[in-house]
């Protein structure tokens, strides 16, 4: 078989070593020949790729981005888009199956164009660990690192001046990666999109850790809001898939919790630092399982279908399934780290 590999959507530590998994598996295993969409489905429009063999992926699971581009594209968009133009572009270079690898909006174009009759598999990436179909995806483990060195750094020079740091990380609308680096940096407070809070709340937190002679130290997912506010604060605009980009909160809060305390206070966004260099260990492990289990799908001709870590097992899902609904932070596990707030 000839197969097209693509990553779409937002980047994320861990891309390369699926596509290295993915070309091991299939030269060694089945005699598969592999080419690689550039810029995600922008690369599938235009029919825009090259090859990559067994030499191209030497050494790449620990390399940060991906070696094939990505972009938010829309395939259903553009001259060159939408499933029939799509099929078109794929007999005409004899590929047989395309592995997109990528997060909601990818997925879900995926899984309308599989119901058009393409075949399509997915590899799930995101570094908000937000698809519900998965227990984890590569990407989060080095964000979460990332995030918690940051907090350690920050957490030096906020002792240093007496000051409260406000520390802002991505996530959109679910709160894993803060809950995650905000529990592992002991953070004084963690405020999720889950979890709506009040300021009087932020600020009785932020408080009595002064009263106990500590810097306080909150970690805000970008997709927070305070429960007097309507949604997450966005003044960015929309993405290509006509989300809001979200971000800002933390420089929101961080002035107001300074009026109401008195205690100085000062805002950091991690932004795409998070998403930046080498996976972690973890991440390229299941990254790279993530790709030798995709091709298998390929060869059992499981169109639709993503693969997907259940507990240590890579297992096979419908993609329809996976991007149905957001895997939210529980009310168990918010519970279970509020103890530690204050
Ligand atoms: O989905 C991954 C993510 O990094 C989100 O956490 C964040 O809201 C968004 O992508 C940022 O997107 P962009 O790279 O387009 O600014």
């Not at 964000?143 to 920050?154: G, H, M, P, S």
């Not at 898939?241 to 002035?255: D, S, T, V, W």
């Not at 299941?286 to 240590?312: C, F, I, K, N, P």
Request: hydrophobic share 40%.
């Amino acid at each position: 078989m000839k197969i097209g590999i693509l990553t779409s959507g937002g980047d994320c530590p861990g891309l390369n070593a699926v596509i290295r998994g993915s070309v091991l598996q299939g030269v060694i295993t089945y005699d598969a020949e592999f080419i690689g969409f550039r810029w995600g489905w922008k690369g599938v429009v235009e029919g825009d790729f090259m090859p990559i063999t067994r030499h191209d992926v030497r050494g790449l699971s620990k390399q940060g981005g991906t070696i094939l581009g990505s972009s938010r594209t829309n395939p259903f968009e553009g001259e060159g888009g939408g499933p029939e133009n799509i099929q078109r572009m794929l007999d005409a270079n004899g590929i047989d199956a395309i592995i997109a690898i990528g997060g909601e909006g990818t997925l879900t174009a995926a899984r309308r164009l599989t119901d058009a009759g393409l075949h399509i598999v997915g590899v799930p990436k995101t570094i908000d660990n937000d698809l519900a179909a998965t227990d984890y995806s590569f990407g989060f483990d080095t964000a979460v690192e990332i995030a918690t060195e940051a907090i350690d750094r920050l957490r030096t020079t906020a002792e240093s001046h007496g000051r409260c740091i406000v520390v802002e990380v991505m996530g959109r609308h679910v709160g894993w990666i803060a809950l995650h680096s905000g529990m592992a940096g002991g953070a004084h407070a963690i405020l999720i999109p889950e979890q709506p809070q009040s300021i009087d709340q932020i600020c009785e937190w932020v408080e009595s850790v002064r009263e106990r002679g500590r810097a306080p130290l909150v970690v805000v997912a970008e997709g927070f809001h305070l429960d007097e506010m309507e949604e997450a604060h966005s003044h960015k605009g929309l993405d290509a898939f006509n989300r809001p980009r979200l971000g800002g909160i933390a420089e929101r809060l961080a002035p107001i919790i300074e009026e109401r305390t008195g205690i100085e206070s000062r805002d950091t966004v991690l932004g795409h630092i998070q998403r930046g260099g080498a996976p972690s260990a973890y991440d390229r492990v299941l990254a790279t399982r993530l790709g030798m289990h995709a091709v298998d799908a390929v060869y059992e001709h499981a169109w639709g279908s993503m693969v997907t870590l259940r507990g240590t097992d890579i297992k096979t899902v419908s993609i329809a399934e996976a991007v149905g609904s957001l895997n939210r932070v529980p009310q168990s596990r918010y519970d279970e780290a509020k103890i530690l707030f204050g």
